[in-house]
C-alpha cells in the first residue's frame, strides 16, 4: 500500500471572506445554536475543530464530491484549514494539496511541544475505484507559521507494511494514541490501537478484538486515565461499539451500541458524562448529539439541521459552551456548521435523565 509520490503538496495562505447562513435556533431537546460557516467548495465535509493558542482551528475536507470526480488521475481532496478568534467570522489560513492523491478526514490535536497536528487520509483513486491510501500528517508550529508538506506516517513492524487508515489522534501523557483499520479480507477488517511521541512514527499497543468491519474510531481518556474508544461497524448488524481499559491498555471491555454509527466523535463534559456526536442514519438523515453510557446504551439529546450527507463532528468546550463543527447538505450544497449548546443546558437534561 505505502506509495512512493513524486509530487509534492502544495500550501496556499489565504485570506477569504467568510460564508454565514442566518443563525438557526433549536426549540426541541437541548437548545442550540448553528451557522453556516463555510461552503466555497462544490463539496465541504469531513470536520473537526479545536482552539490553539487563543483561537479556533477548524479543518475539512473540500472536493468535487464525496468521493473524487469520475476522472482518471484526479485526487481532487485538499483539506482547508480556518480560523476564528471567537466562532463568529472565519478566514482560511491553509489549503493542503497532494496532486493526485485525494485529502480527506482531517482531524486536529496539539503536540506535547505545542504544534498544531493535522492527521489526514490519502486516497489514490482510478476514477471513482480506490486502489489503495495511507495515513498523513502535517504540523503548524505557530499561528503565523505555514503549514509542513503531508508526509506519510511510518509504521514499524509490529504494525507491518500496511499502516491502515488512521483516522484520529488524541494525546495523553506526551503519548498520541489512535486507531487504525484496515482490511484482511472482503468481509472481516482488523483495526489496531497504535501510539507516537512526534505524530510521524507509530507503534503497535494493541489488536483489538472486535468482529465484522470496524473502522472509524475516536480515542478519548477519562480524568483518571482511563482511555475510552467508540467504533463504527460496517458489519451486517451495523452497531457501533464502545470499549474502555487500563494503562497499558491491552485489556479491554467492549459493548455494542445499538445504532449504526457514521463519523462519530466522543467528549468527556466536565462532570464526567460522556457525549457522542454521530449520524443519525433514520429518514432523514442527520447529524445527532446524545449521552453514551459507557455500557452501551445512548440517549439523543440533539438533532442538528442537516440531511443527506452530514454528520462527522469535531467538539470542543470553551466559556460554558459545547462547541460542535460538522457538515451536512439538507441546504442543497454540503456545507460546513458550527454549532453552540451550553454546558448548563446539558447538565440539566443528563440530570434530569438520571445519567
Not at 467548495?41 to 468535487?64: Q, V
Not at 454540503?334 to 435523565?353: F, P
Request: glycine share 10%; hydrophobic share 35%.
Amino acid at each position: 500500500m505505502q506509495r512512493i509520490l513524486s509530487a509534492l503538496s502544495l500550501i496556499t495562505l489565504l485570506s477569504v471572506s467568510p460564508v454565514f447562513a442566518d443563525s438557526l435556533v433549536g426549540t426541541k431537546e437541548i437548545p442550540f445554536e448553528v451557522k453556516r460557516i463555510w461552503n466555497d467548495a462544490p463539496h465541504n465535509a469531513f470536520t473537526d475543530i479545536l482552539r490553539w493558542k487563543g483561537d479556533f482551528y477548524c479543518t475539512f475536507r473540500e472536493g468535487t464530491g464525496h468521493i473524487p470526480a469520475e476522472t482518471e488521475g484526479i485526487g481532487d481532496g485538499t483539506i482547508r484549514i480556518l480560523k476564528s478568534a471567537k466562532g463568529e467570522e472565519w478566514t482560511s489560513v491553509a489549503l493542503l494539496t497532494f496532486k493526485d492523491i485525494d485529502l480527506r478526514d482531517p482531524k486536529l490535536s496539539i503536540t506535547p511541544d505545542k504544534r498544531l497536528m493535522i492527521s489526514m487520509g490519502g486516497s489514490n483513486y482510478d476514477g471513482r475505484t480506490l486502489v489503495d491510501r495511507e495515513p498523513y500528517v502535517s504540523f503548524l508550529d505557530s499561528p503565523k507559521g505555514t503549514v509542513t508538506k503531508p508526509r506519510p506516517i511510518v509504521v514499524d513492524d509490529t504494525i507491518g507494511e500496511d499502516p491502515g487508515w488512521l483516522w484520529r489522534v488524541t494525546w495523553h501523557k506526551g503519548v498520541g494514541y489512535g486507531v487504525s483499520y484496515r482490511s484482511i479480507q472482503n468481509e472481516i477488517w482488523e483495526v489496531l490501537l497504535v501510539k507516537t511521541t512526534d505524530g510521524i512514527h507509530y507503534t503497535l499497543v494493541d489488536m483489538l478484538e472486535l468482529p465484522g468491519r470496524p473502522n472509524e474510531s475516536t480515542v478519548r481518556f477519562d480524568k483518571q486515565g482511563k482511555m475510552f474508544i467508540v467504533v463504527r461497524n460496517e458489519d451486517k448488524e451495523r452497531r457501533g461499539h464502545i470499549g474502555h481499559s487500563t494503562a497499558p491498555y491491552t485489556d479491554w471491555t467492549w459493548n455494542d451500541i445499538p445504532q449504526k454509527l457514521g463519523g462519530p466523535d466522543m467528549i468527556f463534559m466536565p462532570d464526567g458524562e460522556l457525549l457522542l456526536g454521530t449520524r443519525q442514519y433514520s429518514s432523514p438523515t442527520q447529524t445527532i448529539v446524545g449521552h453514551l453510557c459507557p455500557k452501551g446504551s445512548f440517549t439523543k439529546y440533539a438533532t442538528f439541521p442537516s440531511g443527506g450527507d452530514t454528520s462527522y463532528p469535531g467538539f470542543v468546550i470553551y466559556k460554558r459552551k459545547l462547541w460542535m463543527s460538522y457538515y451536512a447538505s439538507h441546504e442543497g450544497k454540503t456545507s460546513i456548521y458550527l454549532a453552540t449548546m451550553k454546558l448548563k443546558d446539558i447538565k440539566e437534561r443528563n440530570t434530569s435523565l438520571g445519567h
